[in-house]
């Protein structure tokens, strides 16, 4: 739209001079108009440039006033006036209004009649809007043309960026992919390093979406310039919109279809569906997968899931699964991943020397991936990393088990120290996890420590928290004390009481098991709580 200052820069308006208001002159025009009448301020409707001789105010500067308070409230662009017949100047208190209010009033030549104004304004506001109209075509031609011709996000987005004089990046909400339109920049350095919901702050955003699903948003590096055509902005991004959302459909339909027949080889060879290992090995051969190799299964499940915010359920598992695979890849030869309804699945071929000696560094990448995930959106993940076998050919399906059973157990155990169970780690917890929901597993962790609850809950003491603390730290009171943050007599004296409220010998190995068997079992149905 057409500023007040591009107005009066028509060729022929040389003799125009603005009077007051001068910081105003960014205000868009739609129209121009006449007031003949004190009674039209209603009438204003917004954007127009108002012209008038003052014939109707030359003994009223009040009312002058009023009308300019008028007219501005109600969005005209500027007023427009002819000085030497009515008025030989205008009035300090209408110059100093305008000033404040930041609305142009400018004169014109005595020789110009309305219509030397009127009809070069009304032929710039037409030329402009079929010049953005065609320019607008324009647009959404050569963006439609280079989906057709490439079908590549980051081209579309280079384009628009190079339309629109700006920075510009899309942040794909469904696949988790971003594309910015020029490396380098701060736009791209925080596309990369700040969560979505802060680049949505920050920047100028675009929700794509198509009915109830958002496919992501685009992020412009705006600069806020008035004088800048925003109808021609606007349009720019709406045809924008309208070509990713073409692409992404047809990327989605792509994958989803690459993905099914995929999932479905996958799940038959972990839920060992019969097939002989010459089928398994033809159908991997589809995919270009080597399974005569050994490996492992992970198994990862997200708990505690809450409002997710701009990602989708799907996009957190996508996000997860990229970020998982990455590294994964990094320690083994070949990572495989498929996905079922609470759970992320992935199949790694690996050396058993990798499974063994680099455990700790998997341990850390699994960590920071339940960082990743809770930072994005609030949700906690546990991991149960399976056996190794050899092959996975036809082996894959007994590490898929021992995965999911790890799994579960760590979401039992969800606290800083348990996200993430391997299954030859956690011997006793094989046994235990099976029992710690029957009612002989219930009765069994009460009946010892229910005496040690009920005091703690009449005596406002800590007692089954520093047994628990005691277990973890393999019954060393000094590392209990330093855990718990406590003197070490504090942790002497506590463990005294304990020895009395429960009336056990902890000095005897077979009372010391049983304890320690009561403990676990309540850590499982407890998840961790002492309360």
């Not at 409002?307 to 990094?330: D, Q």
């Amino acid at each position: 739209m057409l500023t007040v200052r591009q107005i009066l820069e028509t060729p022929g308006f040389e003799g125009i001079e603005v009077l007051t208001g001068e910081k105003g002159l960014w205000r868009p025009v739609r129209t121009v108009t006449i007031v003949d009448a004190p009674d039209a301020a209603p009438y204003i409707k917004g954007g127009e440039i108002i012209l008038s001789t003052l014939y109707i105010w030359k003994d009223d500067p009040q009312g002058l006033l009023s009308f300019i308070e008028k007219v501005y409230e109600n969005g005209s662009a500027a007023m427009g006036i002819k000085l030497k017949r009515f008025y030989s100047s205008l009035p300090e208190e209408i110059i100093d209004l305008a000033n404040r209010i930041d609305y142009p009033i400018f004169s014109y030549p005595s020789h110009f009649s309305f219509v030397d104004i009127i009809n070069p304004v009304l032929s710039r506001i037409v030329n402009r809007q079929a010049d953005i109209l065609y320019r607008s075509m324009e647009i959404h031609r050569s963006l439609t043309d280079l989906s057709i011709e490439t079908g590549e996000t980051e081209r579309v987005i280079k384009k628009l960026a190079e339309i629109l004089g700006d920075h510009v990046a899309f942040v794909d909400t469904y696949s988790g992919v971003s594309y910015v339109s020029e490396q380098n920049s701060q736009l791209e350095e925080d596309v990369r390093d700040l969560p979505l919901s802060e680049l949505v702050r920050l920047y100028r955003s675009e929700e794509v979406r198509v009915g109830d699903t958002r496919y992501g948003y685009i992020l412009l590096d705006d600069n806020p310039d008035p004088e800048k055509t925003s109808l021609l902005t606007h349009n720019a991004l709406m045809h924008a919109k309208t070509v990713l959302k073409f692409q992404i459909k047809r990327d989605r339909l792509h994958i989803q279809l690459e993905r099914k027949h995929r999932d479905e080889f996958l799940l038959d060879l972990l839920f060992n569906h019969g097939e002989s290992p010459k089928e398994i090995s033809s159908r991997a051969s589809i995919f270009d997968w080597d399974l005569d190799r050994g490996g492992f299964v992970l198994v990862a499940s997200f708990i505690n899931r809450e409002k997710i915010g701009l990602y989708s359920e799907e996009t957190v598992k996508e996000k997860a699964l990229t970020f998982m695979k990455g590294k994964l890849s990094e320690l083994c030869s070949e990572v495989l991943f498929t996905t079922m309804t609470d759970s992320l699945i992935l199949i790694a071929a690996a050396d058993f020397s990798v499974y063994k000696s680099k455990r700790e560094v998997l341990k850390k990448l699994l960590r920071e991936i339940d960082r990743e995930v809770r930072k994005e959106t609030g949700w906690d993940t546990c991991f149960g990393i399976g056996s190794y076998v050899d092959p996975l050919l036809t082996n894959a399906s007994i590490s898929f088990e021992n995965a999911r059973k790890a799994k579960d157990i760590a979401k039992l155990l969800k606290n800083e120290n348990e996200s993430l169970i391997f299954w030859d780690e956690k011997g006793l917890y094989h046994f235990i996890s099976r029992i710690s929901e029957s009612p002989e597993g219930t009765e069994f962790y009460q009946t010892y420590l229910e005496p040690l609850k009920n005091y703690d809950r009449n005596n406002h003491t800590e007692l089954l928290e520093t047994l628990l603390s005691i277990c973890e730290n393999n019954w060393n009171l000094r590392k209990t004390a330093e855990a718990l943050h406590v003197h070490y007599n504090t942790v002497k004296y506590r463990f005294s009481r304990i020895r009395e409220v429960l009336s056990i010998n902890l000095d005897n190995d077979e009372e010391r098991l049983t304890l320690l068997l009561a403990l676990k079992l309540f850590r499982i149905n407890n998840q961790g709580h002492t309360s």
